[in-house]
């Protein structure tokens, strides 16, 4: 899965750098889609823009931590998905910090496809959000561990019934 995703997000960009002019976006669809390009040297929605290095090195420790520690533990199909999708997104935008301009930790993310009142994303991220709601589905709906085993259910606090009264004792006001 990580193959395949990093595959189509560098296909892609690369097709969008070499067909897409910034200045005269391509309308799609009956407008629903716009392929715009922009390079992105910040994180979500363009934020940080000046921590691209950052963000480049916090990449890496997520792709090195998802690979090294969360791959050996997966016994489920669709845990195996999420994170070869984490993988793909993480590593598609990782690679334009390394290699894109203006340098190596700096290069700036190519982000291309909009939708109507939507930041421009790219594969990789749509690789990210596909993952995340994967992860919610398996974790928090069907409560599937990364072991493939369902989750023990998680306690929830019973209240516990009121105390039975005794015919002499004050109760609150009866309305008879």
Not at 17 to 33: E, F, I, Q, S, Y
Not at 84 to 101: E, M
Request: glycine share 10%.
């Amino acid at each position: 899965m990580a193959v395949i995703g990093v595959t189509l997000d560098l296909i892609t960009k690369v097709m969008a750098v070499a067909w897409l002019n910034p200045a005269d976006p391509v309308h799609l669809l009956g407008g629903l889609l716009r392929l715009q390009l922009v390079r992105n040297p910040g994180a979500a929605f363009s934020l940080g823009e000046n921590f691209t290095p950052v963000f480049a090195v916090l990449s890496a420790a997520v792709l090195v931590g998802v690979v090294l520690f969360g791959v050996r533990r997966i016994g489920h199909t669709g845990w195996a998905v999420a994170f070869g999708l984490v993988s793909a997104g993480v590593a598609g935008n990782l690679i334009d910090r390394l290699f894109r301009a203006p340098g190596p930790l700096h290069g700036h993310v190519v982000d291309f496809l909009q939708l109507p009142y939507w930041p421009i994303f790219n594969v990789a991220d749509m690789c990210i959000t596909a993952a995340a709601i994967l992860i919610i589905v398996l974790s928090v709906i069907k409560n599937i561990g990364l072991d493939g085993k369902r989750l023990a259910p998680t306690p929830r606090t019973r209240r516990d019934p009121p105390a039975e009264r005794t015919p002499n004792e004050p109760g609150p006001a009866s309305t008879d």
